[in-house]
């Protein structure tokens, strides 16, 4: 337990800068764009979206995060079991907390465009493809499947590029960026938008986390025996 509690002080650590900037900048945005609203309302209209920047943030995030701790954590004596098994635990709580502010700011946004009678502010998530599933529990539920997700996805990148150098780094992306364009030759991207159309928010959320699952043991295989610093 005190080496759980030790990592995660660690790991926050690392990101807490990173993470008062992001925040600070984001609800700065916010601010100001209901500034604008209240003053030039007749004029123009926003769209506001919270999650999206949280889900980019947190993917370069993870994407950054064994270059920046792996090799200390070693030199202190834990396994690489042990780090990704906390490095686990912390994507968890830190997905659960950027949902909660994520929620929260969205709930505050909607409170605050009512009382002032704000009507030119629309405010985009993704639990808005689902009709009937714009409950706080689920949103919460829903933006923390995603963020892990994100987080996983990064740090899968960040293996990639750990355990292969650059070059096998940027030929991950490039074999990635080729997936959407076989998807455009072949037409395969209205079977898929059709699936997730139908798809209910429970669906999209095993999908996720079965996905998210994967990638982590995915992560954990190919870290087993990397060496302690990066190609």
């Known amino acids: 337990m005190n080496t759980v509690k030790g990592s995660f002080y660690v790991l926050f650590q690392s990101y807490k800068k990173k993470n008062i ?6 609800f700065s945005i916010v601010l100001l764009s209901f500034f604008l609203d209240t003053f030039f309302g007749k004029y123009i209209s926003f769209v506001i979206t ?5 889900y980019i943030f947190y993917s370069t995030m993870g994407a950054k995060i064994l270059n920046r701790t792996m090799p200390y954590f070693l030199k202190l004596g834990l396994s690489r079991w042990q780090y990704l098994y906390n490095v686990g635990l912390f994507f968890i709580v830190w997905s659960i907390v950027g ?10 946004i909607t409170y605050f465009s009512d009382l002032l009678h704000i009507k030119d502010t629309i405010i985009i998530h993704p639990i808005q493809f689902f009709e009937n599933a ?32 650059t070059l096998g780094g940027y030929s991950f ?9 076989v998807m455009v030759i072949f037409e395969w991207y209205l079977p898929l938008y059709n699936l997730l159309s139908e798809a209910s928010v ?13 990638l982590y043991t995915v992560i954990t295989s190919a870290m ?3 060496s302690a610093n990066p190609v």
Do not use: E
């Open 50 to 54: 919270i999650s999206i920047p949280v």
């Open 173 to 181: 992306i490039g074999l990635l960026a080729l997936i959407p364009i």
């Open 21 to 26: 900037i992001f925040w600070s900048i984001l």
């Open 99 to 108: 949902a909660l502010i994520i929620t929260c700011t969205h709930t505050m």
């Open 202 to 214: 429970y669906v999209l959320l095993s999908s996720l986390l079965g996905i998210s699952i994967l």
């Open 134 to 165: 714009q409950s706080f529990l689920l949103t919460i539920t829903l933006d923390t499947v995603l963020l892990l997700f994100f987080l996983l996805s990064g740090l899968l990148l960040n293996v990639v590029f750990y355990r292969l150098g």
């Open 224 to 226: 087993y025996k990397a």
